[in-house]
C-alpha cells in the first residue's frame, strides 16, 4: 500500500534556525515523485518543493532543501534560516507513476518564534 | 495568469439539504483533483478527471458524493444530503497532465463546508 508519513505532529524553532521535518514513504511502485507543501493559517497549499525518485541529486529551492535518503524511504523537508513567516502546516506527499492524485501525509505544523 | 477558483468560499448548510461546490481550474489545464482536509488533517483524495477519460472515483467516500466537469473545464462537487461527518474544507486543485510523476498540482483556496 502507498503510504506517506509525518511523525512530529508539531515542531518548534526559533527565528535564524534549521528545522528538518521528517517524512517516510511507502510505495512498491519504481517510478515516484515527492512533494512538499505548506499550508499557512490562510488555508492555501502553497508547493515547495519536489524530488523525483530517479534524481541523483537532492532537491533544493532557495531556503528549502530535500534530504532525499531512498534506501531509508526518506524524504525529509530542511529550512535553513528560519523566518516567521514559516509557521505554517507542511505536508508531504507522494505521487507514483501509477496512480493519480496526491497521497499526503498528516502534515506538521511549524512554529517559529522571535 | 489567474489561479485556480473556487466558490463558495464558506458554505453552511443543514443536514440533510443538497450543497455544490465548484472549481475553475487553470485554463489549459487538463487535469483536474477535488480533496477534502478535515479539521488538522491531511489532505484526503475525493475523484479525479483527467480530460475526456472516465473520471477516477475511488476516493468518494460515499454515494452521496458526486462531481462532474462540463467542457473540460469547470467542475462542479455534489454531496447529497449532507451529513455533519461532511463538515471540512474541499479542495480543488489542476495540473497540466498526468503520466509523469513531476506533475505540479495548484490548488484553489478551497471550500469550507460547515453541516450543522
Known amino acids: 500500500a502507498q503510504k506517506i508519513t509525518q511523525t512530529q505532529p508539531g515542531m518548534f524553532v526559533q527565528e535564524k534556525e534549521a528545522v528538518t521535518l521528517d517524512c517516510t514513504y511507502d510505495?512498491?511502485?519504481?517510478?515516484?515523485?515527492l512533494f512538499w507543501y505548506k499550508q499557512p493559517s490562510s488555508g492555501e497549499m502553497i508547493f515547495l518543493i519536489y524530488q523525483g525518485s530517479y534524481d541523483q541529486q537532492n532537491a533544493t529551492e532557495g531556503r528549502y532543501s530535500l534530504n532525499f535518503q531512498k534506501a531509508r524511504k526518506s524524504a525529509n523537508l530542511v529550512i535553513s534560516a528560519s523566518q516567521l513567516g514559516d509557521s505554517a502546516m507542511y505536508f508531504c506527499?507522494?505521487?507514483?507513476?501509477?496512480?493519480?492524485?496526491?497521497?499526503f501525509g498528516k502534515g506538521t505544523t511549524l512554529s517559529v518564534s522571535s | 495568469g489567474a489561479g485556480v477558483s473556487q466558490s463558495p468560499s464558506n458554505k453552511v448548510t443543514e443536514k440533510g439539504k443538497d450543497v455544490e461546490l465548484r472549481c475553475d481550474p487553470i485554463?489549459?489545464?487538463?487535469?483536474l483533483y477535488w480533496y477534502r482536509q478535515s479539521l488538522g488533517q491531511g489532505l484526503e483524495f475525493l475523484i479525479y478527471f483527467q480530460g475526456n477519460s472516465a473520471p477516477d472515483k475511488s476516493g468518494l467516500p460515499s454515494d452521496r458524493f458526486s462531481a462532474e466537469r462540463t467542457g473540460g473545464s469547470v467542475s462542479t462537487l455534489t454531496i447529497q444530503r449532507t451529513q455533519q461527518e461532511d463538515s471540512a474544507v474541499y479542495l480543488c486543485?489542476?495540473?497540466?497532465?498526468?503520466?509523469?510523476?513531476?506533475?505540479?498540482?495548484?490548488f484553489g483556496p478551497g471550500t469550507r463546508l460547515t453541516v450543522l
Open positions: 485554463s489549459g489545464h487538463t487535469a
Open positions: 510505495t512498491s511502485d519504481p517510478s515516484y515523485g
Open positions: 506527499a507522494m505521487r507514483t507513476q501509477a496512480g493519480t492524485a496526491l497521497i
Open positions: 486543485a489542476s495540473s497540466l497532465q498526468w503520466g509523469v510523476s513531476y506533475n505540479e498540482q495548484f
